[in-house]
């Protein structure tokens, strides 16, 4: 939302952002490991540079060298051809190592506001997370804020049926805005419970839908003092 004071906006840096990782981790390490012949020092300095400058991140690049070096001392890694999985591998297990759950208070109801731009994944994210949710003993409403795509709506309620979780609706087209106050209003008058809202893909360079989602978190907040606890952008 910073396109709106006339900065270069937040989904430009961060699109041109995992652009440049994809793209420099694509070339840059296979460059690095087709072009070496064997695993010594030179070869991970290399490395550690192309990920730090493909903002893989300091941190996480330290243990993934780290981890690499580990494994080739006990000869698991013969040529640098195989490192290429290997690191992979490596990859995804910190990323599965530091994989925290999201902290949902159970004494109050939380609210996830799911928001990006067109097709990311927004919806298919949502199913899934409804139904973790539901699998670990919470009570999860769907809420049809995407009242703009067509068929839009239905494909929500496919996911709720398939987690077993109701759904909020309104008709096609409507003000989205009015969608999520039932939602809050048959929130508050139930028990606590996890609320997680459907929006319409949108590009931020889109005033008016840009404003639509700043309608629809004014009134969360003001109908549920807190709400939206969570903003959740789908790239
Ligand atoms: N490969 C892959 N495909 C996915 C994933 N998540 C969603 N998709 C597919 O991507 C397409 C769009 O997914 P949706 O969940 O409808 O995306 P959306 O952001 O809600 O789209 P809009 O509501 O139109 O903005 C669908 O065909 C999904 O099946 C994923 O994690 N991996
Ligand atoms: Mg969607």
């Known amino acids: 939302m910073e396109a709106e004071n006339g900065k270069r906006g937040f989904f430009d840096r961060l699109k041109s952002g995992l652009a440049k990782t994809r793209k420099l981790l694509l070339t840059d390490v296979d460059d690095i490991l087709l072009g070496s012949k064997e ?15 493909a903002d ?9 060298i780290e981890s690499l070096k580990e494994k080739v001392k006990r000869k698991e890694l013969a040529s640098p051809e ?11 297990e910190i990323l599965l190592r530091n994989e925290a759950p999201l902290p949902i208070p159970t004494d109050k109801t939380y609210t996830i506001m799911v928001v990006g731009v067109n097709g990311t994944g927004k919806t298919t994210t949502i199913g899934k997370l409804a139904r973790n949710l539901k699998e670990e003993g919470r009570a999860v409403t769907l809420v049809a804020a995407d009242t703009f795509r067509a068929a839009a709506i239905e494909q929500l309620e496919v ?9 909020i609706r309104r008709a096609a087209n409507a003000d989205p805005a009015a969608v999520v106050f039932d939602a809050i209003r048959a929130a508050k008058a139930g028990p606590p419970g996890v609320l997680i809202i459907d929006t319409a893909g949108r590009l931020h360079t889109k005033v008016n839908l840009m404003e639509e989602l700043k309608k629809m978190k004014r009134i969360m907040g003001r109908e549920l003092p807190g709400a939206p606890e969570v903003v959740l952008l789908v790239l």
């Open 39 to 53: 695993i010594d020092q030179a070869l991970f300095d290399e490395l550690e540079e192309a990920l730090i400058v």
């Open 159 to 167: 996911w709720a049926k398939r987690a077993n979780v109701p759904l």
């Open 82 to 92: 195989v490192l290429k999985k290997v690191l992979r591998e490596t990859m995804r």
């Open 56 to 64: 893989v991140g300091p941190a996480f690049t330290a243990e993934l």
